[in-house]
């Protein structure tokens, strides 16, 4: 690991740097190693999005995606086939940090596919077969936060899957989260798992809250409105760790936690500014607090080594200033329940639209190597 920099800083802190990158390139070139060796990135975490830039920017797939040609493989299979692959090459190369961190850190997360995120069965039966698929300790299958998904957070959980719940926007959801884990926990239990082998993290969406909240700022256009502009995301982001030192401080979770169960992080993701006008290291500086992840796209990654300040806890004791910003969204006609009730269904929708890019790369590719 890297000493008196930045993203050492950042470490020291509490918070574990995980890469929102993932590509076969990055693998077999080193530079994943190099981002684990000088950038402290501890884990990685991967989305339809991702995996189709990397399939469409990369030759790297080619002889693989011949190969699978070759042998018959139809186009899920094939996408099934190389983004498995990619996990578990990188999760081997993390495997030293999973090591050392006694399976706290070392992840890399794979998505369900998007398809299934209102399917409480599809997604139960797709996070079983990428886990076994993968075949590491260190994987962890993503599971989308919606109302079906949640008994499917459960289901996994309870089967000793470790689980990266992502797109939570809402503090309301984010609590139905946290008990979905607990239910999978104490299910578990019962079934003689060993809790401490499974991990899980829950993955509060941070930029895309001020993006739609401060368009809708603007576009009421008071001096009252315009004022609270790039500050929603990190108040929600703040609150969302309130509720979580709330609820594992609680008999229900303490009791999990005495049986060997690990506390659900709250990871940060969509931590990449997209205003201009923002400190582009804002929703990582911002976020600072004990046994967080960070999941970072390169260019804010960069940016935190590079000139980032990090000034210890950032977040317990701001509690109030962040109650205060929910507050006076209301007040100037922001509807907070809208506003995450789009940002779910959107989520879903772009990561949608990202698998299908997928399928239709890897489509022409296998068409092409026939």
Known sequence: ?????????????????????????????????????????????????????????????????????????????????????????AADHLREVYDRTNGVDGRVSIEVQPGVAHDT???????????????????????????EGLAAITAATAAGISVNVTLIFSLERYREVIQAYLNGLEQAKAAGLDLGTIQSVA?????????EIDARLAAIGTDEALELRGKSGIANARLAYEAYEQVFAGERATALLDAGANRQRPLWASTGVKDPSLPDTQYVTELVAPGVVNTMPEKTLEAMFDHGEVHGDTVTGSYDTAH???????????????????????????????????????????????
Do not use: C
């Open 203 to 211: 993955s509060f969406f941070v930029s895309r809250v001020d993006t």
């Open 121 to 147: 069965d599809g997604t139960i039966a797709e996070a079983h077969a990428l886990w076994e698929k993968v075949d590491r300790p260190n994987a962890m299958i993503k599971i989308p936060a919606t109302a």
């Open 1 to 89: 690991m890297s000493t008196n920099t930045p993203t050492a800083a950042l470490s020291l802190a509490g918070v574990s740097i995980w890469l929102d990158d993932l590509s076969r390139t990055r693998i077999t070139t080193g530079e994943l190693e190099r981002l684990i060796a000088e950038r402290d990135v501890v884990g990685v975490t991967t989305n339809p999005t991702i995996f189709a830039t990397a399939v469409a920017d990369g030759e790297s797939y080619r002889d693989a995606l011949h190969d699978l040609a070759a042998a018959g493989a139809d186009v899920e299979r094939a996408v099934f086939e190389i983004t498995t692959h990619d996990v578990r090459e």
């Open 324 to 370: 205060a910003v929910i507050e006076a969204l209301a007040r100037v006609g922001v509807d907070y329940d809208d506003v995450t009730a789009v940002l779910e269904r959107e989520g879903v929708e772009k990561f949608t639209v990202s698998w299908n890019q997928l399928l239709d790369t890897v489509r022409a590719a296998l068409e092409a190597a026939r």
